[in-house]
């Protein structure tokens, strides 16, 4: 199945990029990021026109890259721009592909197609997640053997929460007054899975983040939000029972799904917090917690389930579809219908 | 090569069964078995028809099986006995297969094909490694990366034993009147591999096992029988030159072969012996020196002869035969024409 | 890609071979090889025809090599000389292939292809790493993940080094008076890659090996000599600036590539020294040196590159193509006309 190119993707953090080459595979393609002096960033293809080294071996030398076999150097629009052999002609020939980059609320995002499309206005908001005053956010990435949809489905259900991470739920112990929605929404081609519960026992994770005396239970929202190709956000909060939503903590959440290949996924998180924001013991505590969840309890559960489908056609193994299953499958058909719209245009022009 | 369905092939022993799921794959389709509250054996197929999570991941409530992933639980009959989500409708195809248990002589057999055709009266008769008085069994358990046929093979022409266990051999020190017998016996389906050897100097195994004073040589018998698809029972035993069969202890040892997939077997064995039952030291050194030459000589040979061969197709490859391979080639037609003839009928009634 | 398979190339060292069984496979084939008793050196196919066990682990008896499965003995000539087995009668179809090997120069060639054209007067010469008076040679072994032409490319381009090999180069500090000259030159069907440098700084390597006052700096010589397969020698040497070849030390390193498969290379090396030949220490600085810079400079970057090529096949990729590229493109030609050659006489046979 194809990929969608003509999207942003999440590249990584912007802290992640220097002066010091950062490899990374995106749609099965090998790029090499960088920064240059004056701090632009710049994504240029990652094997060399030459004998076909990874780039992201190599060294930026005058804001260029140098290959670290044979010291070709490529600039930022991905030209050679200095050969060190024979007589120093660059061949015609001698090129990669440069990736138009865009910055913004902390993360590095990448166009992987046609590179006159690429609008940096369009970029997905996730502003809940930058850095900015009275909030705190912490990072994580995985890299996940399973393609990135199976990723997207886990995130678009969270009813798996109460079965999969049982000691983030208190499912055991729901009050005769506790009340749940979860729904559906389609904004455009943005698609949400919306969910509340009324009446929730307090859970570990808020009563750690509450200030002042923590109520026994509370109004929970988890509202998850899905734009193309695969770009989440949560926005997950509790407050006092029938209170409006600043009345306690909000711990949003990105999950950015990359494809590195067909078979496996980058992943992504960013969590930021407005409670606490200063307590590196919470930092720490919530970083590992979130790591072990996502690693040992969604992660191992999505590469069996993978390993168990033995394909990336999910609809060609005819599976049970439960209520549940409602926004995951609107994303997915909203996705696939992008992607068929782009390969006609593809072949159209051909 | 398709494997024979209507048969029953060992899934385990009677002791691995629990309310605790155990999941293993059999004839490349994944099983998650588990034990009711009335102590009944279940089987069910082991992919959730929803997301297709592992159900053997899942737990057992109320004598159904949940799925670790979104809840779904089935019953001992495979159907979907309740969904968690929304109003709780139980969609028609929520299912997995069932598959017919039985257990006998302390192993759990499964039947992989047409249900309505498992007759527990043909399971194989082994109750010389059933626990019974007198005896004392050990048990355990491989997994081997080749095609179960190649095991089969290594079982049925013990021919090899001098080169593959020189230490359990004493071919360098037989004796002026020392005779051996090989031969092929078939009984309805049933074949015999049999080799009888008079006066053979004592081996370590049998001098360790023997009451009372040890002959310097004796008369070894070791007869194995193999049923279709690859159950193989090892009646093994020495006696003083001449004496009758229960004059020195008896080994008797199950070999059951169940295919994982193509490539890799579940190897099942179980040891009985008739002296030193209440030697634990000796269950110690029996399990110790039967696992290392199973993993280490027949294993080993077995794994490397499967990647030499690189095909499950033996005989595509021309196998030079020797008079030791007339029993595995016997099973290996007999098992050919069963899997030929069950294919024939399935295609028959399509 | 086929294979050239009248040719010979590198087995291993002399010394490698005993009567205890070495195998190895080449160009896809298992080869099994011992000493006779009278020292003579024998390949047989690794494969043992009756059940595919590899007859490399076997044990040598009477000259003949022994399968370490049921024990048949194939002789020098591939022959089956014993069948333990039933009446002992040997089956006509139980043989292996006999190699062709020579010796010489401390190196096992050995002739893949028809054995009535292996021609002994046609191994390679490389008597400048055969032990001799006034030399002392060191040897190593590599296995590379990739395609032996991707070997040939890197040692047939050693321009490479300033880049991959920083720390043998002295590219930084070159005076105004440094020159260097690069070729190459084609002797029927053998190819050079040349290399001189005028006035090079002293090397740290030829600092440590040099005899008396060392220069500041030299001229140096590197000249690769390909022959097909992929049997190469280097002339590796430095003299006071001006001098003549013999006025500094010499080191000689020959780079035997012999494939194992399409996607992995045996890599024997050879290095001679005629500088403190009696220095132990010397050995293990050199050896430890070598072996380092190959295995986590070279053949981290050539394995890099093969996985970046996902193919054999580097003209089907369109590479850009640098002056210093000559050489290896002229190796790689010269050898694909043999092959095609080779391939065209055997169809006009059948």
Known sequence: MAFLRNAWYCAGWTNELSDRPLGRTFLGEPVAMYRQTNGAAVAVGG??????????????????????????????????????????AIP???????????????IVWIWMG???????????????????????????????????????????????????????????????????????????????????????PMTPLFAMLWDGETPAQG????????????????DVGMVPPGAPG?????????????????????????????????DAQMDGILHAGISDVFKNEDERMIVECAHMMDTNDLFSLNPVLLQGDGPSIRARRLLRTRIDKERAACEAIR
């Open 47 to 88: 094997r060399c026109p030459h004998r076909f080294a990874p780039l992201s071996m190599g060294k930026v030398v005058d804001d260029c890259i140098e290959c670290p076999y044979h010291g070709l150097r490529f600039g930022p629009s991905g030209a050679c721009s200095h050969n060190p052999h024979g007589d120093g």
């Open 92 to 106: 015609k020939a001698a090129s990669v592909r440069a990736y138009t980059l865009a910055e913004r609320d902390g």
């Open 114 to 200: 046609d590179q006159t499309l690429a609008d940096p206005r369009r970029v997905p908001d996730m502003h809940e997640i930058a850095e900015q005053q009275g909030w705190r956010v912490i990072r994580g990435e995985l890299k996940v053997k399973a393609h990135y949809e199976l990723l997207t489905d886990n995130l678009m259900d969270l009813s798996h929460v109460p079965f999969l991470h049982p000691f983030l739920s208190n499912a055991e112990a729901l009050p005769a007054d506790y009340h749940e929605v979860r729904s559906l929404k389609q904004e455009g081609e943005t698609v949400y899975s919306l969910h509340t519960a009324k009446n929730l």
């Open 219 to 234: 109004d929970l929202r988890a509202n998850m939000r899905w734009e193309a190709p695969a770009n989440l956000l949560l």
């Open 246 to 278: 600043a009345a306690g903590p909000s711990l949003p959440i990105a999950h950015l799904l990359t494809p590195e290949t067909e078979h496996s996924t980058h992943y992504f998180w960013a969590l930021a917090r407005d409670r606490k924001v200063d």
